[in-house]
């Protein structure tokens, strides 16, 4: 009789083991359907990120040759943590112009500036470009870093410091030149509008580039300038 009531307990026994199985394989099952749910809203997610954030500076250096003629000299920062933390720079929405509001200074004493801040470990700051007094362009960082330059913006815009003469700030016709011609450059890879060129003013407030600041109209003049030339360039390689 033992061994009968043992036979029925060990059927119903089966009976919810089976059930139980049955279970478990539907919750593995939920549960793999959801992970790969997640998992395709991530992916979509940083895709659709990845398109919204502005484009994504693949090289270090612009591949395209600058309109004008003008030409860069690539001599980078060594890596540090005051002018070249080698930071991600992950888009590109804004290029923004600076001055150096130290008159007659030239590219190369202002990048030596930078290199300077490595050992006196007091001052954050750095450029991707710096346009000197006879138009030459020096690119301190690769396009792919970001700069110390633009406080809250350094994370998705690309800098470029001007020299100047005087204690106006007007750039000289050879810097004002190559400002133009690598504006429409960096216009032309990251796909930028108008718009998206800004002063540091525009950033925070700081009087820079300072005759930008002071005469709205040479901005205005200038960005349309830029337009210009990227218009044309685009024209002459269809
Ligand atoms: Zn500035």
Redesign the pocket.
């Known amino acids: 009789m033992g061994g009968k009531m043992a036979k029925i307990l060990s059927k119903e026994e089966w009976r919810k083991r089976r059930r139980r199985k049955k279970y478990a394989m539907l919750t593995l099952g939920v549960s793999l359907v959801m992970i790969i749910l997640i998992l395709l809203t991530v992916a979509v997610f940083w895709l659709f990120k990845g398109r919204l954030g502005g484009n994504v500076p693949e090289n270090e250096t612009l591949v395209k040759p600058l309109p004008g003629g003008a030409t860069v000299q690539v001599d980078y920062l060594t890596p540090n943590p005051y002018s070249r933390p080698q930071l991600e720079l992950k888009r590109v929405k804004s290029v923004v112009v600076?001055?150096t509001a130290n008159p007659e200074t030239s590219a190369k004493n202002n990048r030596s500036y930078f290199e300077g801040l490595a050992m006196k470990h007091t001052t954050y700051a750095s450029s991707h470009y710096i346009i000197g007094l006879e138009g030459e362009i020096i690119q301190c960082l690769p396009l792919t870093e970001q700069s110390y330059?633009?406080n809250n913006r350094n994370g998705d815009t690309i800098s470029i410091e001007c020299c100047h003469p005087d204690a106006t700030g007007k750039f000289n016709e050879a810097t004002y030149n190559a400002l133009v011609n690598l504006t429409a450059g960096l216009c032309m890879e990251f796909n930028l509008k108008k718009e998206d060129i800004i002063r540091?003013y525009d950033v925070n407030g700081?009087k820079?580039?300072l005759y930008f600041v002071e005469h709205e109209d040479e901005w205005e003049a200038f960005k349309k300038k830029v337009m210009d030339t990227v218009k044309n360039s685009r024209d002459n390689t269809k």
Do not use: R, T
């Open positions: 600076h001055y330059a633009s540091h700081k820079c580039p």
